[in-house]
């Protein structure tokens, strides 16, 4: 089935550095990959759609220079959070479109949990 | 705009059967789909319903759908203890191959043995 993989897992980094997540999609080609964020116990926050080989549309309040994305393949997207500060600390989740499928379901990736210290 | 939304709790017995409600604003939505979060982890797509169905079954699993009234349920039967999670509603608002999805808060379903 569809698998989309998420690295790192867990990152913990200093106020002030860049850290950046990567999202894949495994065994299926993805023209669309949307970035979440989720608080504790909350719902998931879409932060920005990823089109491959265009630019990210952003979600309003969320600042794009501060997020980065790059969709640069149909299986690749990656997500840098530059000049963290520890109110970035969140869990960041990224799913990607099956092209292939009916029913243009999202797949999920297993999220990255990141703490700014 | 578009809203979802859910109970945040429910708890039920093993063996017992879940029933986890969700009603969404948006009627020009075409998919609606369910999605079991565990501890720590992503999200998983339990199952999704089209808009002109009513019913589906999958296993353990039921999804009603009443579209005048805009309430989406899932049914779990025969819960355990590995069906506890967060489960999340969501419908897809825009059309085609774009579209996005809006998530409900999602309802923590504990079960207990």
């Known amino acids: 089935g569809a698998v989309v993989s998420q690295h790192p897992s867990r990152v913990i980094c200093k106020s002030g550095t860049s850290v950046k997540i990567e999202c894949r999609s495994l065994?299926?080609?993805?023209?669309?990959m949307f970035w979440y964020r989720q608080f504790p116990k909350q719902s998931l926050m879409l932060m920005a759609t990823?089109?491959?080989?265009?630019?990210?549309?952003?979600e309003q309040g969320v600042e794009k220079d501060k997020f980065l994305i790059n969709h640069a393949s149909l299986t690749l997207s990656t997500l840098t959070v530059t000049s963290a500060h520890p109110e970035d600390s969140s869990f960041y989740i990224c799913?990607?479109?099956?092209?292939?499928?009916?029913?243009?379901?999202?797949?999920f990736g297993p999220g990255t949990r990141l703490t700014v210290l | 705009g578009e809203d979802v939304e859910q109970s945040l709790f429910l708890s039920v017995r093993e063996g017992d059967s879940s029933v986890i409600n969700c009603t969404y604003t948006?009627?020009?939505?075409?998919?609606l789909y369910w999605y079991k979060q565990e501890p720590g982890a992503g999200l998983q797509l339990l199952t999704y319903?089209?808009?002109?169905?009513d019913m589906k079954q999958d296993q353990r699993l039921t999804v009603l759908l009443n579209k005048k009234d805009k309430h989406l349920s899932l049914r779990i039967a025969d819960t355990q203890t590995g069906d506890s999670a967060i489960y999340f509603c969501a419908e897809k608002v825009g059309g085609g191959s774009q579209g996005n999805l809006i998530f409900g808060k999602g309802t923590k379903l504990s079960v207990k043995p």
């Open positions: 799913s990607a479109r099956d092209r292939g499928s009916y029913y243009n379901e999202q797949f």
């Open positions: 065994d299926f080609q993805a023209t669309t």
């Open positions: 319903i089209f808009s002109n169905m």
């Open positions: 948006d009627s020009s939505s075409t998919y």
């Open positions: 990823s089109n491959e080989g265009s630019k990210a549309t952003y």
